[in-house]
């Protein structure tokens, strides 16, 4: 059985990972990782054939090869190789993870760092037990500064996490109801996410914290240093000056900055740039340049974007969903100076036996504001009584919306990415 030190000293001649065949490159080792609906002892040959250096696989294949390592548990060796490399460096690593704005959080946050260090951190939504140790094994040794999301929907998740990613600094966004069939409620999300202020706690690390939720208080305690924003009570505060068509921040004390006009849609926001602006200073960049990273961040990938289609201005925010989450968007939605207002929301996954009672308290929200159009999709609404137009998957609506032809309409798209809500603009 091959030691980490020797894995680490291949890695070392060719430090570029791929667990996808479909992705490989010439020069890449290739990790054959299984899952409930792969198996990727199964592609070992294809690998090679693409050009592979060495593959690492945990079932012996129908490949020939000398550069074949065989290991017990292949996922499990690409963990302790990512903690290997992870612990040959002595800079910040920033761990972010929360219900919402966690990744909006984590672009910030290396936009900012990005304008005065070398800063690495995780490529899309590469969050959990496979892009973790991917993200860390990205890393350089150039590196200043390392960013790294953790997302997780089960207690222990987090934990596990930072045994490898070793955090220095945390950042947990908000616990609000997501995930909650794994988690067993928002107590659990609680939890589940403390999980990295328990790390902190453990290991000397610094908290950058949203004063303005009792309960981040609360589970910070103990932290030996906690940086603290949010609207008031902290180190960095600021508020929300504008918010149609894009968030404007108005800083209100521990930075020389006026206003923040961000390309972000939604108050909801806020606390993302208050983040970032928090992480920036304690880490010494300069105010304009804190500014100007946030205010140059465009979000991509179906996240709060806004599009401009015909006469319709469309808020896209498809790539996820929770109670929280979509509240915070209606509420936002719903304030918006508009005549001609129309609504698309996809059911929200994840949410076990609270899955009506959260589509129902959903419900009453809608039905508390007045719309032009309000479009449901997926199962779990059409199980609840409403008076609005229901379809079960997203090319339904799609036809609808192509057939309907809306016009001079602000449209807000909304639901979890097995809802893929975003096809209705394809």
């Known amino acids: ?29 290739f990790f054959a990782l299984k899952g409930n ?10 690998a090679f054939e693409k050009g592979a250096a060495w593959a690492i696989a945990d079932e012996q294949t129908a490949a020939i090869s ?3 390592i065989l290991v017990d548990d292949a996922l499990n060796v690409l963990q302790q190789l990512a903690k290997h490399h992870r612990m040959k460096f002595k800079i910040p690593f920033l761990a972010i ?62 934990e596990g996490y930072c045994k490898y990613v070793l955090p220095t600094h945390g950042i947990i966004t908000n616990a609000g109801k997501a995930h909650l069939e794994g ?42 240093e906690i940086i603290r924003y949010g609207t008031h009570d902290a180190d960095i505060t600021g508020i929300a000056s504008r918010s149609e068509p894009f968030l404007e921040a108005k800083m209100t004390k521990g930075a020389l900055i006026d206003k923040i006009s961000s390309q ?7 606390p993302n740039i208050l983040c970032a602006v928090a992480v920036g200073k304690y880490f010494k960049v300069d105010d304009d340049k804190i500014k100007q990273a946030i205010e140059n961040y465009a979000p991509s990938n179906n996240r709060s974007q806004l599009i401009e289609k015909g006469t319709n201005k469309i808020i896209l925010d498809a790539y996820n969903a929770n109670p929280s989450s979509m509240r915070a968007a209606i509420e936002n939605f719903a304030k918006l100076k508009a005549d001609k207002k129309i609504l698309m929301l996809g059911s929200m996954a994840e949410l076990g036996e609270k899955s009506f009672e959260e589509h129902e308290m959903l419900m009453d929200l809608i039905n508390k504001h007045q719309w ?53 603009l394809e």
């Open 97 to 158: 993870t929360g219900s919402n704005g966690k990744t909006t959080t984590k672009e910030l946050i290396h936009a900012v760092l990005a304008t005065t260090y070398k800063t690495y951190t995780t490529g899309g939504n590469l969050n959990n037990h496979i892009g973790i140790p991917l993200t860390l094994l990205k890393i350089k040794n150039d590196a200043q500064a390392a960013v790294v999301e953790m997302g997780a929907n089960h207690l222990k998740e987090i």
């Open 372 to 424: 032009e159009r309000v479009v449901l999709v997926g199962e779990n609404f059409l199980k609840t009584k409403n008076p609005y137009l229901n379809f079960s998957t997203s090319s339904e609506a799609k036809n609808w919306f192509s057939e309907e032809k809306p016009t001079n309409a602000h449209i807000l798209i909304k639901g979890s990415r097995s809802m893929q809500m975003e096809k209705i």
């Open 66 to 68: 000398e550069k074949i």
């Open 183 to 224: 988690f067993g409620g928002v107590e659990g999300v609680k939890k589940g996410k403390g999980e990295l202020f328990d790390f902190l706690r453990g290991n000397n690390g610094a908290a950058f914290v949203m004063w303005d939720y009792d309960y981040l208080r609360i589970m910070s305690k103990g932290i030996p």
């Open 1 to 29: 059985m091959i030691s980490i030190e020797e894995l680490y000293k291949i890695y070392q001649d060719y430090p570029s990972i791929q667990t996808d065949t479909r992705q490989l490159k010439q020069g890449d080792i």
């Open 264 to 270: 972000l849609v939604g108050d909801y926001n806020l």
């Open 37 to 46: 609906k792969f198996n990727g002892n199964a592609f070992v040959e294809q």
